[in-house]
């Protein structure tokens, strides 16, 4: 990737803001276009730097119901026809001769 001297702070700031809960981004924002009129010189690696030390701070973990999460909490509280209905009967199938 080439470097450019043209740094686009809002992009990486809102792509940093993602993952936050909805109610911390715009601190978040603020606090990092607050953080970046300090950075003395001005690059790629000197951006990200000073705002992913921001977004560690704005950052809460899951907690453990969202770390637990399994497609299997999904199903389970939805009924089915396939639960609903009997069992299919194993077919079992023979390899044919030539």
């Known amino acids: 990737m080439p470097i450019s001297d043209d740094v686009d702070s ?7 803001a993602g993952p936050l809960e909805p109610a911390d981004r715009e601190a978040f924002r603020r606090a990092a276009e607050d953080a970046l009129t300090r950075v003395p010189c001005w690059g790629e690696g000197a951006v990200y730097r000073a705002v992913a030390v921001l977004q560690r701070q704005y950052f809460v973990p899951p907690d453990d119901y969202r770390v637990g ?3 299997q909490n999904e199903i389970s509280s939805r009924s089915s026809k396939l639960k ?10 023979r390899k044919q001769e030539r």
Request: net charge neutral.
């Open 10 to 16: 809002d992009i990486l700031i809102s792509r940093l």
């Open 69 to 71: 999460w399994d497609i």
């Open 84 to 93: 609903a209905a009997p069992a299919i009967a194993q077919v079992r199938y």
